[in-house]
Structure formats: structure tokens, C-alpha cells
């Protein structure tokens, strides 16, 4: 699999919230930050920031540009590697459109949710990246909206932490991701 056949996704619309409703929720810096350095860390192609709102666009662009372009290039070009990955898209279809040309072929949404009892597993999260193009899909709020589910995508199983407790912050939960899709094989114990 080249390195460069999957990407992340983080979307802000549509999602919903604590109640259930479909939201747009709000850009944030550390998301950013955070999981474009674990994208580029396990090398992504691209992260897609997917928000239709002008305004959180607009906010991103000038963030980029700081890191970019202004002070932050000089001060941290690590951090600016990382996010040379961003790229804001007001659709998650747009992202997939986007990733597709990039790869020269369809790329297909890999669907997540703390809060889902199914999906596939790891391990054949990692052969479908490794057959074609994906796109790992994270949701903001309270996840991503049933309309995403609906539309056939793959499922990837949630986090199992081992207690009754499961509320990591999307940037914990991309991290742990990333690392069970695209890091190392696990070496298993010699029972010799």
C-alpha cells in the first residue's frame, strides 16, 4: 500500500449533538494541530477539515497561513510539515471527491462512532487500506449523523477501552486510530 492512499477526515457538519439533534460545531485549534501532526506522523495524503461554514473557513485559512507562511513557519516548520496536510472542504463528499482525483481512483469513506456496537474490525480496517483509497472519517460533537451511516460507507468498531467509560476527545480517539490502521504490526509474545 503506498503511504499516501488514505487520508483523514474531520467533520463538522453534519453531526449531531448531545440531544441527538444534526449541528454544525465549531472549528478548534487543538483538533487541528493535533491530528494533522498524527496524519503526517503516520503519513497521511491529506487531512480534510469538512465545515460549510464561511466563517470556521476562513478561520482555518488563517491559522494555515500563520504556520504556513507567517511567524509559526520560522518558529516550528515541524509543526507547518504537518499541517501542509489541511485542507478545509465544505462537503465530506467534496473530501472524497478531492482524495479520488489525488489518487486517480475512488476513495471510499471509512466511517467511525464512539457510540456504534458494529463495524468492522481493525484488522480488516487495515486490509481495506490496503485494497484502496480510504478516507478515515471522524465526527466532532456527539459524532458523525445517522444520513452518514445511511449512505453505505464502512464502519469502523469504536474504541474499547476496557471500562464502562468511553468519551475520549477526537484528537485521543484519531491518535489510537492511526496507530491500529497504519503503525507497525504488532509483534506477537513468543509462548516458547
Same mark, same amino acid.
Given at each position: ?98 482524495? #479520488?482525483? &489525488? @489518487? +486517480?481512483?475512488?476513495?471510499?469513506? %471509512?466511517?467511525?462512532? =464512539? ?42 468498531? #469504536?474504541? &474499547? @477501552? +476496557?471500562?464502562?467509560?468511553?468519551? %475520549?476527545?477526537?484528537? =485521543? ?20
Amino acid at each position: 500500500m503506498s503511504r499516501i492512499d488514505w487520508a483523514v477526515a474531520l467533520v463538522h457538519h453534519p453531526v449531531i449533538d448531545r440531544r441527538g439533534d444534526l449541528v454544525t460545531t465549531a472549528v478548534t485549534n487543538l483538533d487541528i494541530h493535533d491530528i494533522a501532526r498524527a496524519a503526517r506522523s503516520y503519513g497521511a495524503g491529506k487531512f480534510y477539515l469538512v465545515t460549510p461554514l464561511a466563517e470556521q473557513q476562513r478561520l482555518v485559512a488563517r491559522l494555515l497561513d500563520h504556520w504556513l507562511e507567517g511567524f509559526g513557519a520560522s518558529y516550528n516548520p515541524a509543526r507547518g510539515e504537518a499541517l501542509k496536510l489541511v485542507q478545509v472542504e465544505a462537503t465530506l463528499q467534496s473530501a472524497l471527491d478531492d482524495f #479520488s482525483s &489525488r @489518487c +486517480g481512483r475512488p476513495a471510499t469513506a %471509512l466511517l467511525t462512532g =464512539a457510540q456504534r456496537s458494529d463495524g468492522i474490525t481493525f484488522g480488516d480496517g487495515r486490509r481495506l487500506c490496503e485494497s484502496r483509497p480510504v478516507v478515515l472519517t471522524l465526527g466532532t460533537g456527539w459524532g458523525l449523523a445517522p444520513q452518514l451511516f445511511a449512505a453505505g460507507w464502512p464502519v469502523l468498531e #469504536s474504541i &474499547r @477501552c +476496557g471500562t464502562d467509560y468511553n468519551h %475520549l476527545s477526537v484528537r =485521543a480517539a484519531a491518535a489510537i486510530m492511526l496507530d491500529r490502521l497504519f503503525g507497525p504490526p504488532r509483534l506477537q509474545p513468543n509462548s516458547n
